[in-house]
């Protein structure tokens, strides 16, 4: 028997009774009933947050619609800064620094800073793996959250549109 470090429920077990799991493979998914959101920043775009700043967030999965969030926190490490156990730095993909890297998983995350959201207790849950945009507002440069709060809702609103141009 184990048990699970949250409440959640498990959409598909990959394991049945009496199979032989090999070390660090997975044999379900646990999706927590407790949403954590997170988003990736430029590093040079978090220098002014902290702890309990405002954040808005227009997700494609919700057209029309701003999720409110509070800041929690954010990591200060990208995945350039990490050793893997052959001695080599990681890239963003995982592959080892110094080699060819041309086939990227997800450049838009290499080199970010991860930001870590707290949905305020009215929203609803959302698409797990939902992607969109999030705007966190500081104390700095105050005068221009009205701007980004405009923005944020035009994007919001953007996301009704499906282009597809096959």
């Known amino acids: 028997m184990v048990l699970a470090p949250t409440d959640g429920i498990i959409p598909n077990v990959?394991?049945?009774?009496?199979?032989?799991?090999?070390?660090?493979?997975?044999?379900?998914v646990l999706i927590q009933k407790q949403q954590s959101v997170v988003g990736f920043f430029a590093q040079n775009e978090l220098e002014t947050v902290k702890k309990g700043d405002e954040v808005e967030l227009a997700l494609k999965t919700e057209?029309?619609?701003?999720?409110?969030?509070?800041?929690?926190?954010?990591?200060?490490?990208?995945s350039q800064g990490i050793m893997n156990n052959a001695g080599g730095m990681l890239g963003g993909n995982g592959s080892v620094a110094g080699l060819p890297d041309t086939a990227r998983q997800l450049p838009e995350t290499d080199g970010k800073l991860i930001a870590k959201f707290i949905l305020e207790d009215d929203q609803k849950q959302l698409t797990v793996g939902?992607?969109?945009?999030?705007?966190?507002?500081?104390d700095h440069l105050k005068p221009l959250h009205l701007i980004r709060k405009v923005m944020v809702r035009i994007n919001s609103k953007i996301n009704y549109l499906i282009p597809k141009l096959h």
């Open 14 to 28: 990959q394991l049945n009774e009496g199979a032989i799991m090999a070390p660090f493979k997975s044999a379900f």
């Open 63 to 78: 057209p029309g619609k701003v999720v409110k969030a509070r800041l929690e926190y954010v990591i200060d490490a990208t």
């Open 130 to 138: 939902a992607r969109g945009t999030a705007v966190i507002y500081s």
